[in-house]
Every structure is written in structure tokens, then in C-alpha cells.
């Protein structure tokens, strides 16, 4: 059964601290892991990532791709209170055709305190 | 761009009354998607299609739940009988579905309660 594990499940840091998530994988013909931000609405994207070693950078967040240990980290610098929300991972695989279905972990709920 | 809409945004019904989830992918886009998020099982894929056509359902749980998307630009999650356990946030996304780039881009979910 394809899955994928995100840890911690939870964490809580204060403001200004540098937070490391993890999502680590297990799936059939793997195309590309995807890594959302969630605060109470809707999911919205962060990075795309399907190489590996080449990080991908925004602000303050980063991430990169090791596929050959079948795993992914999110890195956020000098957090912030706004940096407050579920992280979640997501990983596609081919079907043979066009886009696929999102296979998502159970998040990491992330809350930055003042 | 309006981005993914869906509605309504909050549905409260009771056990047994038929439910229909709206969407509105974003212009242009190929590829629909519904999910399902629970505290207990997170984000699921229910069904998604590629250029209008259904092409994996088997994420839906039972016959109670259908989907259509009759073109381009609207798609419906429906729920015939519904019953508590399908009580959760439903989110609609699409994706430009071509090329390999599948970033898919969500919309604001809509909120069911089946009491």
C-alpha cells in the first residue's frame, strides 16, 4: 500500500527558531512530492519537488528531495507566528497518462509562539 | 483569477437527505479533483477526471457517493443518502494537467455536517 509518514505529528517552537519537517515515502512509480501549507481553509502549495539534491528556496522556507532514501524535509528559517499552520506533504505517481491523484500525509501542525 | 470555487461553503443536513457539493475548477485547467479531509484519516482523494473523463473513483467510499463533470467548467460531488460519517471538510481542486507540472491548486472546501 503506497503511503506516506510526515513527523513530528506535532511541534511547538518559539519565534525566531528554525523548524525541520519530515515526510518520508513509500510508493509505486513516484513522479513528484508536493508540500502544502494549510491554515483552517484550503491547502495552499509551497514547493514541487522531483529531482534529487536540488533545494528548492522561498523566503525563509526550503526544501529538497532525497530519492534515493525515499524522503523529503521542509526547512523554516527565523519562524514567525504567521509560519503557525498544518504543513502537509503530498506525493504523486504516474498513472501512464496525465495528471494523477495526490496521495498526502497526516500533516504537521506547526504553532510558533510569540 | 477566482481560483477553485466551490459551494456552498457550509452544509448542514440530516441523515438521509441527498447532498451536492459544487465546483469550479480554475479556467483552463484539465484536471479536477475532489478530496475528502477528516481529523481521523487527513486528506483522501475521492475521484479525480482528466479532460472531463472520470478516471480513477476508486477512493470513493461507497455507492451512496457519485461525481460528474458534465464539462469543462463545473463539476458535482453528490451524496445520496447521506448519513454522519460523511460528516468532513470536501475540497474541490484542479491542476493544469499537462505537460508534468501537476501543482494542483485548491479551493476553500465545503464544510458537511449530517446530523
Known amino acids: 500500500e503506497d503511503k506516506v509518514v510526515q513527523s513530528p505529528l506535532s511541534l511547538v517552537v518559539h519565534e525566531g527558531d528554525t523548524v525541520t519537517l519530515n515526510c518520508s515515502y513509500e510508493v509505486t512509480n513516484f513522479r513528484s512530492l508536493l508540500w502544502y501549507k494549510q491554515e483552517k481553509k484550503a491547502p495552499t502549495f509551497l514547493f514541487m519537488l522531483t529531482s534529487s539534491g536540488i533545494e528548492k528556496k522561498s523566503g525563509r522556507l526550503s526544501s529538497i528531495l532525497d530519492k534515493k532514501e525515499l524522503f523529503s524535509i521542509l526547512n523554516i528559517t527565523a519562524t514567525q507566528t504567521g509560519d503557525s499552520a498544518v504543513y502537509l506533504c503530498?506525493?504523486?505517481?504516474?498513472?501512464?497518462?496525465?495528471?494523477?491523484?495526490?496521495?498526502f500525509g497526516k500533516g504537521t501542525h506547526l504553532i510558533i509562539q510569540p | 483569477d477566482a481560483g477553485v470555487i466551490q459551494s456552498p461553503r457550509h452544509e448542514v443536513t440530516e441523515m438521509g437527505q441527498e447532498v451536492t457539493l459544487r465546483c469550479k475548477p480554475i479556467s483552463g485547467h484539465n484536471s479536477l479533483f475532489w478530496y475528502r479531509q477528516t481529523m481521523m484519516r487527513g486528506l483522501e482523494l475521492l475521484i479525480y477526471f482528466n479532460n472531463n473523463v472520470p478516471i480513477d473513483d476508486s477512493g470513493m467510499p461507497e455507492d451512496r457517493f457519485s461525481a460528474k463533470m458534465p464539462n469543462a467548467s463545473f463539476s458535482t460531488l453528490k451524496i445520496q443518502p447521506s448519513e454522519p460519517r460523511d460528516s468532513a471538510v470536501y475540497f474541490c481542486a484542479s491542476s493544469p494537467g499537462q505537460g508534468g507540472v501537476n501543482i494542483q491548486y485548491f479551493g476553500a472546501g465545503t464544510r458537511l455536517s449530517v446530523l
Open positions: 503530498a506525493v504523486e505517481m504516474y498513472s501512464g497518462g496525465g495528471a494523477d491523484g495526490l496521495t
